[in-house]
């Protein structure tokens, strides 16, 4: 999962376009995960194969319409989570629908610290993954 804050202009529509880009390539290289959008920052978290993921971080970390806050890899959250969401742009209605927005908050503070300390944003994180993974699984959520 990583942090990073949008260097040009986003609108709704254009992260929803830039989502459904990711997700047609993602499908390719079997990655999925979520996106995440607020006051210009974006969270987004992947998985998939090692190699796969480091090379697509690599690209984006390239990509100039943002840049990277801080990065944490969730190294011991084994296996994939969100099989089938190539890439879910999750909109802050839907955050705000599942309780998710104050988690989502602690993440973006925890990971805006001038040092991240991974132990602390990992909980957070942890807990957004396993309430989403919840949530799909009961259907809540799609
Ligand atoms: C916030 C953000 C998230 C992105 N997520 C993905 C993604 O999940 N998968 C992907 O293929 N590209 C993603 N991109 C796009 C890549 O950064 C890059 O523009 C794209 O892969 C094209 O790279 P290339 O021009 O080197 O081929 C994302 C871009 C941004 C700004």
Redesign the pocket.
């Known amino acids: 999962m990583y942090l990073?804050r949008a260097t040009v202009d986003f609108q709704e529509k254009d992260v929803m376009e830039?989502a459904r880009?990711?997700a047609q390539?993602?499908e390719v290289g079997g990655?999925s995960?979520y996106?995440c959008f607020k006051n210009g920052l974006?969270v987004?978290y992947?998985e998939g194969n090692k190699s796969t993921i480091l090379s697509?971080l690599h690209?984006?970390r390239?990509?100039d319409?943002?840049h990277i806050i801080s990065e944490v890899t969730l190294g011991d959250l084994s296996g994939r989570h969100f099989m089938g969401w190539d890439?879910r742009y999750l909109d802050r209605k839907e955050l705000k629908d599942v309780r998710l927005e104050n988690v989502l908050d602690w993440i973006i503070d925890e990971l805006q610290q001038e040092r991240v300390q991974e132990r602390n944003a990992l909980e957070p994180i942890r807990q957004m993954v396993a309430t989403i993974e919840k949530l799909r699984k009961n259907q809540l959520i799609a």
Do not use: P, W
Request: aromatic share 10%; hydrophobic share 45%; proline share 0%.
């Open positions: 990073s830039l880009y990711a390539e993602n990655v995960g996106l974006f987004q992947l697509l690209r984006i390239d990509d319409r943002h890439m």
